[in-house]
């Protein structure tokens, strides 16, 4: 997979554990059966057979139920039973932002937290981006895979649509093949 792919990917993932779906990307989803086949055939069959309306409805009680009111995608949250968020360079995965020269703005962004889930994957895409392969590794073995497979292992459970549950699955084994690939770029 070229950079630029790695990089959509990781747009993609970002994006799904951002926020909510809106109607846009449902529509978006409903009309891309190629990377909803990426998915799962579940959320295919899904798509193809509910209204607009009906997926919107259920993607965000999914989401809220298992990304915002009985757990939350945070780095911090999961690995750290203090239970705290670290804000600024207390938290290691601001420090490892810029000492890579990634800055982030969390004023633009309803995301209060450096270390959520969709802004590490949006810090993965952008090193896919700027073909900085020693980086990603890094931060792959340092950071993600330290605990969102077993953060995803965790909530599937919650997971209602086949959507999510499959979205959980694919994300666990695209970085799990991405720390791989970025292996063999190395050696």
């Known amino acids: 997979m070229d950079n630029k792919a790695r990089a959509f990917v990781y747009a993609f993932l970002s994006r799904c554990y951002e926020k ?29 057979k509910e209204k607009e309306e009906t997926l919107l409805e259920a993607l965000n009680i999914d989401f809220a139920s298992a990304f915002l009111v009985n757990s939350q995608p945070v780095e911090t949250l999961v ?34 937290a450096p270390d959520h889930l969709s802004i590490e994957l949006a810090f993965m895409q952008n090193l896919s981006y700027r073909n900085e392969s020693r980086a990603a590794l890094k931060f792959l073995r340092e950071h993600l895979l330290k605990w969102v497979p077993p953060y995803l292992i965790g909530i599937k459970n919650l997971l209602q649509t086949p959507f999510y549950g499959e979205l959980a699955d694919m994300t666990i084994e695209f970085l799990l093949t991405e720390c791989e690939n970025l292996k063999r770029l190395r050696d």
């Open 20 to 48: 909510e779906p809106d109607i846009e990307f449902v529509k978006e989803l409903k009309s891309n059966i190629e990377l909803l086949s990426a998915v799962g055939e579940d959320s295919v069959a899904w798509f193809q």
């Open 79 to 112: 690995l750290d039973s203090k239970g705290e968020i670290l804000t600024g360079l207390q938290n290691p995965v601001m420090q490892f932002y810029f000492d890579h020269g990634y800055e982030i703005d969390m004023n633009k962004t309803e995301i209060l």
